[in-house]
């Protein structure tokens, strides 16, 4: 197994992270999108760059189409706002913590893979901010918002490269397909056996 550096291995992570949205959105017919550094204002005008943001496709092309508009510009704010620690942990943990709850994000995750640990964070309305789940390696990850987003930490920690990820979806595909071409033919050709025996398959 090939063991990645620190760099790669935040790149990796935040890639998976945005693959899984994606496809979980796809699959779920969900109007929301996942992208790494957009650049995100918050309360302080700062710009913070989170690793990955979800935001729904409307936002987006708002954004996008309206001169100088940030994310948080508009009543709607991005739905999910990931960070993956390195040597700034306590910036994550703390000051963009702060921040994000200020700036009114619904969720929050920190993802450490040095303390091999994931934090949800919701509910920035609170008393004391934000309240948090913490989720552990043999545990599964889900968002509060997305309630069918579960995602494995384990999976999390050691993600597949995107990749492989594309080539072993590919790969599902089409064995479904041949199998069902397999179940085609052999209809066909118990179809034809009954034709042989004046039988009209149609009629059985």
Known sequence: MVMLTASRLHQQIS???I??????FASHHLPFMAMGFPGVSTENSA???????????ELWERVCTTEGMGVL???EKPAIVVEVTRDNWREDYILKRAEYAMA????YW?????????????????????EDLEFLPGQELHSVQFSDLILPVNQVFSPTLL????REEKAQRQQLEQRAEAERQRADRLAQRLRDMGIDPDAV
Do not use: R, T, W
């Open 110 to 130: 920190i993802v450490d893979p040095n303390k091999s640990k994931i934090q949800v964070c919701f509910n920035p309305n609170n008393d004391n901010g934000y």
């Open 19 to 24: 693959a899984q949205f994606h496809s979980h």
């Open 15 to 17: 890639n998976f992270l």
């Open 104 to 107: 009114n994000i619904p969720e």
């Open 73 to 75: 510009d508009g009543e």
């Open 47 to 57: 710009q913070k760059l989170p690793d990955v943001m979800v935001c729904s496709v």
């Open 163 to 166: 990749n492989d990820l594309i």
